[in-house]
């Protein structure tokens, strides 16, 4: 449910009725707001991305270069 | 480049082009790979999949974005791969049972909270973590999470996927889907809690 809630995906009378509880129970209150700001910062957060080196990356385009120009007649190399 | 004209410099085979594709997309590339075949082979099926899109990019129609297209040759190249291997790649983490069990144990029968979250806050300048040591804390506990559940997360949080695309890309349910994002951002929430108090 806290998931539905911080995307949007709960019915009107779902939020509603989720609005209604979180006025009255201060631990569900607190815990969405540690839910959405732990997830915040997980989500800009990217050393998790596994973007690659710049080693990885030239490696990765020579062999892609290779493999365009294989493909190539010899004229348009 | 926008995407128009990365696909053209693509086709006209320009370097510049080609590396910001790999910059651009093998971090979720090598996501989906993950989540679908594990970590050992990842690299093998997404080298794959890169002689797939060459191929097949002066076929692309643009009915779905590029990053998408490419994540689905990923997903097939994984599927085919898993195929040929004769291999099932275990998703068990559904279950999840030492989560469950956890959360399960703060609420009493009546599904009030027994054991209330925490009084703390990342707002707060005096939280007991700091913003570097937090973000290690995060880093740490994604690499722990199972593998589908890490993708569902990093492709849907860190990659902006929105979750239909997540599903066919990774072959399972939209409540599957959500199941296993939810997972994911409770077991974050767990570990942050664990280290404030």
Not at chain 2, 99 to 124: T, V, Y
Request: charged share 25%.
């Amino acid at each position: 449910m806290a998931s539905d809630y911080r995307d949007r995906k709960l019915s009107f009378w779902q939020r509603s009725q989720m609005r209604l509880h979180l006025f009255i129970c201060h631990h569900c209150r607190r815990f969405l707001t540690q839910y959405t700001q732990v997830n915040d910062l997980a989500a800009t957060h990217s050393c998790n991305k596994h973007e690659p080196d710049e080693e990885t990356v030239n490696q990765q385009v020579a062999d892609l270069m290779k493999l365009v120009n294989s493909d190539k007649p010899d004229s348009q190399k | 480049m926008n995407e128009t004209e990365l696909i053209q410099a693509l086709l006209d085979g320009k370097e510049d082009a080609f590396r910001q594709a790999v910059k651009d997309y093998q971090p979720s590339m090598m996501q989906v790979a993950r989540a679908l075949v594990g970590p050992a082979i990842a690299d093998e099926v997404v080298q794959e999949a890169w002689v797939s899109v060459i191929k097949a990019l002066p076929g692309f129609q643009a009915r779905a974005s590029l990053k998408t297209w490419i994540l689905r040759i990923v997903s097939n190249g994984a599927k085919t791969r898993l195929r040929k291997e004769s291999r099932i790649q275990a998703r068990g983490d559904l279950a999840d049972l030492e989560q469950i069990a956890s959360m399960s144990e703060r609420f009493n029968n009546n599904g009030h909270w027994q054991h209330g979250p925490g009084n703390w806050s990342l707002d707060e300048p005096d939280a007991l973590i700091g913003v570097d040591e937090l973000k290690t804390l995060i880093s740490k506990s994604l690499d722990q999470l199972p593998e589908i559940q890490r993708s569902v997360f990093i492709l849907r949080e860190q990659h902006g996927l929105d979750m239909e695309e997540i599903c066919k890309i990774l072959d399972i349910s939209a409540s599957n889907s959500r199941v296993l994002l939810h997972r994911a951002r409770l077991r974050l929430w767990q570990a942050i809690e664990k280290a404030e108090n």
